[in-house]
Nanobody, 122 residues
Framework: QVQLVESGGGLVQAGGSLRLSCAAV????????MGWFRQAPGKERDFVAA????????YYAISVKGRFTISRDNAKNTVYLQMNSLKPEDTAVYYC???????????????WGQGTQVTVSS
């Protein structure tokens, strides 16, 4: 299996930016499609963004499109989520995950990180 370690979360003022990182340890990183999800207390886990093996194809939730950017560096075994123009509604625990085929469905992802807290104050 693949171990995923997220970092970069924290407290930020509305309108600010954060960059989340997800480092992978295990089989060849480039073999996996990667996704970011988020979950607020008492709510369902929601899709945020996904990226293909090469990084040439990306998908975004409508709520973050134009503000967030997913990218990957296969040489560093790392996927990133650049978050700009953050809103209080973005407050959640953010998780990265792996999939064998690009998808927005959480149930089709195989390995998950432990999550990193993002809190946006108003």
């Amino acid at each position: 299996q693949v171990q995923l370690v997220e970092s970069g979360g924290g407290l930020v003022q509305a309108g600010g930016s954060l960059r989340l990182s997800c480092a992978a340890v295990g089989r060849t990183f480039s073999s996996y499609r990667m996704g970011w999800f988020r979950q607020a207390p008492g709510k369902e886990r929601d899709f945020v963004a996904a990226i293909s093996q090469s990084g040439m194809t990306t998908y975004y939730a409508i709520s973050v499109k134009g503000r967030f950017t997913i990218s990957r560096d296969n040489a560093k075994n790392t996927v990133y989520l650049q978050m700009n123009s953050l809103k209080p509604e973005d407050t959640a625990v953010y998780y990265c995950a792996t999939a064998l085929h690009i998808t927005t469905e959480a149930r089709r992802y195989d390995d998950w990180g432990q999550g990193t807290q993002v809190t946006v104050s108003s």
